[in-house]
């Protein structure tokens, strides 16, 4: 496809490693609707040409070149100068080192922003990034689209600042879509699936103007229904986080398809914490914080912003669903049970208007099927569905393909939909069409439902997928709402509190017996312990009297701050019931370390969590909870949040873990001091924002039975400073 046709590619650090980026204001709408065009170029200037006339551009086009007499009919200018004024977008598809000076030069004559189509820059390694940063310079104060991109598409007022072919119309309102592939941004194009795009827009490197910039200049487009982030990393958290609390302010829902799911690869640590909340895991505490639902899947992608654009952001996931077979009831249910929608009973008034229109013959359930003894009833099926669409559910869904026009006679399929409109039309319910197959519905069956209202969704299991995405985001516009105030960004201040006595390890690590000095100092509970003060012979008769005072049985745990997992080196001794006991269990953990800790058994837990904090450079301190102990990386029962959290975030949070049902009390057991264990985790994130703490882990908080509290009997502490200098450290986990 020429320069600029690897448009996936992302630059060493991350395809914007600067978070200078300029807010362009102005100049940011002049580009993403122009009233008039620059383009510079040879054939992808004129390809640019024809796209702008194939979807009705009406603005002036000014072809730029300083050898051509004509492009496309249109008379080329030599230079910027000789342009009849500043033009408000420029598609600037000339090679790399040709590009700077022509940025330059429409900077410095006012133009509003352009697209640099040309490849090779901070993609393409060191050299690439210095020409990369001369282009930033270049740019001065004006917005630019890539480098390395194919550029924008507005199918709103129909301008292509575009060099290549696409498959989209022009639509009065619609959804935006901004990638930083242009394969992707090119392929969803071509999509059949009716989702009217509003804008495509190629980020490519974001050298100058990245996505959450991007976002902000959309959000001033009244026409943007939703806006589709198609991303590859997040480079700049703060300002990403300010362009979606804006979208969550104005109501513009934002969906995004994240790739790249691996964690972080995790060297020797001194918690499971790293490992367990890599960068995919705090991408995803970030949108849930800001409201953005993730998808997974392309397809995915453009059916939620099809729902969003029809019938955005939703208060709950139950359906009703309406289909003329039985194999398709039983999909829909099992599909709506994997994906986290509810097909509830019908309520008795519906279920009786349903019985009187279907006869005794069919079996009035959700999913219903309404069998063929109506098939090709109009009137029949319009009372049916109206009574369907009657339960009040959050959703209906009818259930139909539609045969190939080519070989089939589609008429009695046709009396189905229109049937179904009618309905949706009387009762002003929520509905969608859906279709088994992608095929199943023609664009020209899905542009009669879209302007009907109701939204044609192709796929059951994505159409699913979508409408737990936009109930997703509902919750958030709730819970924000209920607040008053929108969430706050991912880092907050340092709270105020007694520093630790000491820092004895490497690089500021503290060993468990200071770390739990320290959290119990901020509210968080601890075992009664004490440690001995002497190593050598002493140490043993000193641990025994310790043992003594506090009571039997106790536990003895090695001390040292490179020690944090401890148990399968042989650094803990459980259960010792006497004085015997606890010397001969220092000496055998004597090579381990000359000082140790000694604590009283804490018995009768219902539920061992993890609790940790980690400080990610980009998304600030992240909290992540889960099923704790020795087990907590096989079992991967976790959820991470971004700090700060209220006790309210930290309950919900909870409340996702597989063991939750464990602490709510499962079956016959007791159930756990959840309010405890909230105040006892809101004690650790409180701890863990200050300042000079990077990593804070509690493993395990032991959940003791209502009204007896929780208890963190293990703990590590970890300040800035501390590096991993030996890839091959040896580090076990206790």
Not at 515 to 533: D, I, M, N, V
């Amino acid at each position: 496809m020429g320069a600029g046709s690897d448009r996936g590619r992302r630059t060493p650090g991350g395809a914007a490693a600067h978070t200078g980026r300029r807010g362009h204001g102005d100049g940011l709408r002049r580009l993403l609707r122009p009233r008039h065009i620059a383009v510079f170029g040879g054939e992808s200037a004129a390809e640019a040409i024809r796209q702008c006339r194939a979807i009705g551009f009406t603005g002036e086009v000014w072809p730029v070149h300083p050898h051509r007499d004509s492009i496309e009919g249109l008379p080329c200018r030599r230079s910027v100068g000789e342009l009849p004024q500043a033009p408000d977008a420029a598609l600037v598809a000339v090679p790399r080192e040709a590009s700077i000076p022509v940025l330059a030069e429409l900077s410095a004559h006012g133009a509003g922003g352009a697209v640099c189509y040309a490849a090779g820059f901070a993609e393409d390694g060191a050299d690439g990034a210095r020409l990369q940063e001369r282009l930033r310079e270049a740019a001065g104060a004006m917005p630019v689209v890539g480098p390395n991109c194919i550029g924008v598409l507005n199918y709103l007022d129909g301008s292509a600042l575009w060099a290549d072919q696409h498959g989209g119309t022009r639509v009065a309102r619609g959804v935006a879509v901004i990638t930083q592939s242009g394969n992707i941004a090119q392929n969803m194009t071509m999509q059949r699936r009716s989702v009217p795009l509003g804008y495509v827009i190629t980020a490519g490197n974001g050298a100058v103007t990245g996505v959450p910039q991007l976002m902000e200049g959309l959000l001033d487009d009244p026409r943007v229904t939703a806006i589709g982030l198609h991303l590859e990393g997040i480079d700049d958290v703060p300002a990403f986080s300010r362009a979606a609390l804006k979208a969550l302010a104005a109501g513009v829902p934002v969906v995004a398809l994240k790739t790249g799911s691996s964690e972080l690869g995790a060297r020797a640590n001194l918690s499971h914490t790293s490992s367990l909340a890599g960068s995919d895991v705090l991408c995803d505490a970030l949108f849930r914080r800001l409201g953005i639902a993730r998808v997974h899947e392309v397809g995915t992608f453009l059916e939620t912003l099809k729902l969003l654009h029809v019938h955005g952001p939703q208060d709950g996931t139950r359906i009703t669903s309406a289909s003329c077979s039985g194999g398709e009831a039983a999909l829909i249910a099992d599909v709506a049970q994997r994906h986290g929608a509810e097909l509830p009973e019908l309520p008795a008034e519906v279920a009786a208007r349903l019985r009187r229109v279907l006869g005794e013959r069919v079996h009035v359930a959700n999913p219903l099927d309404y069998h063929t003894y109506i098939w090709g009833d109009a009137e029949a099926q319009r009372d049916c569905f109206t009574a369907l669409l009657g339960a009040g559910f959050d959703m209906n869904l009818l259930l139909l393909d539609v045969p190939r026009a080519d070989r089939c006679a589609p008429e009695l399929w046709t009396t189905t939909l229109e049937a179904y409109t009618a309905a949706a039309r009387a009762s002003g319910a929520p509905a969608c069409v859906v279709s088994s197959l992608p095929e199943g519905l023609p664009e020209e069956t899905g542009s009669r439902l879209l302007a009907e209202g109701i939204a044609p969704m192709h796929g059951m299991a994505d159409c699913v997928r979508a409408l737990a995405a936009a109930a997703s985001i509902g919750a958030a516009r709730r819970r924000h709402a209920g607040t008053g105030t929108l969430p706050p960004g991912p880092s907050g201040p340092a709270p105020e509190g007694p520093a630790p006595a000491r820092r004895g390890g490497p690089g500021g690590a503290l060993d468990e017996y200071e770390a739990k000095q320290a959290l119990s100092a901020h509210g968080a509970p601890t075992p009664r312990g004490a440690a001995t003060g002497q190593g050598g012979d002493g140490a043993a008769d000193e641990a025994a009297a310790l043992a003594a005072t506090l009571g039997f049985p106790v536990v003895v745990k090695a001390l040292s701050p490179g020690l944090a997992h401890k148990s399968e080196v042989g650094g803990v001794r459980t259960g010792l019931a006497d004085e015997g006991a606890v010397r001969e269990a220092v000496a055998a953990m004597a090579p381990l370390a000359d000082r140790f800790l000694i604590e009283r058994m804490v018995p009768g837990a219902v539920a061992e969590l993890v609790v940790g904090v980690r400080h990610d450079p980009r998304f600030g301190r992240a909290l992540t909870l889960g099923s704790g102990g020795v087990l907590v990386e096989l079992v991967r029962d976790t959820a991470t949040l971004l700090l700060p959290a209220s006790r309210a975030e930290i309950e919900e949070t909870l409340g996702s873990l597989r063991a939750w049902p464990v602490l709510r009390g499962f079956r016959a057991g007791p159930a756990g001091d959840v309010a405890a264990a909230v105040e006892a985790v809101s004690a650790v994130a409180a701890y863990a924002q200050r300042e000079d703490v990077t990593e804070v882990e509690v493993n395990p908080l032991l959940v003791l039975p209502e009204g007896h509290g929780a208890v963190a009997v293990d703990a590590v502490v970890r300040y800035a400073g501390h590096e991993h200098t030996d890839e091959n450290e040896e580090v076990t986990h206790g």
